[in-house]
C-alpha cells in the first residue's frame, strides 16, 4: 500500500467530499461550501456522503464506489459534526447525513478545495 501522495490530508483527518467540475464551481462559488443531498445510485440512502481517504488510498474506486468522473475534484474540512458513519465495515471511511450539509468559512473547518491530485 506504499506511502500517501497526500500527508497533510491523512495526518489531519481531513474528511473529503469529491466531485465533478460543474459541482465543484457551484459549491466553491460561495465562502460557505454547501453539499447538498440526493439520491445516490444503488442501495444507498437518501443523503450527502464523505470519506476520509485519500485519492491515492489503496482501492480508492472500489472502496468508495464514486465514479472517476466524479473524483477530479475535492473539498477537505475538519470535524465530523452532524455527520454519521455508514452501517457495516465502510463506516471507517465513510460518512453522511440525510440531509444537505454545510461547511461554513467562519468554522475555520474548511482546508482545502482543487483538484484532487494537488491534494496536500
Request: glycine share 8%; aromatic share 14%; net charge positive.
Amino acid at each position: 500500500m506504499g506511502e500517501t501522495k497526500h500527508p497533510k490530508a491523512v495526518q489531519g483527518g481531513w474528511i473529503m467530499h469529491y466531485t465533478d467540475a460543474v459541482a465543484y464551481k457551484a459549491i466553491s462559488s460561495q465562502k460557505d461550501w454547501a453539499f447538498h443531498a440526493p439520491q445516490p445510485p444503488g442501495d444507498n440512502e437518501f443523503g450527502a456522503y464523505f470519506t476520509t481517504l485519500p485519492p491515492d488510498a489503496h482501492r480508492f474506486s472500489a472502496r468508495t464506489r464514486i465514479p472517476k468522473d466524479k473524483q477530479k475534484y475535492v473539498f477537505a474540512f475538519t470535524g465530523a459534526q452532524g455527520l454519521r458513519p455508514k452501517e457495516g465495515g465502510k463506516g471507517a471511511y465513510i460518512l453522511w447525513t440525510p440531509d444537505d450539509y454545510q461547511v461554513t468559512q467562519a468554522s475555520n473547518r474548511q482546508q482545502y478545495n482543487d483538484l484532487s491530485e494537488n491534494l496536500p
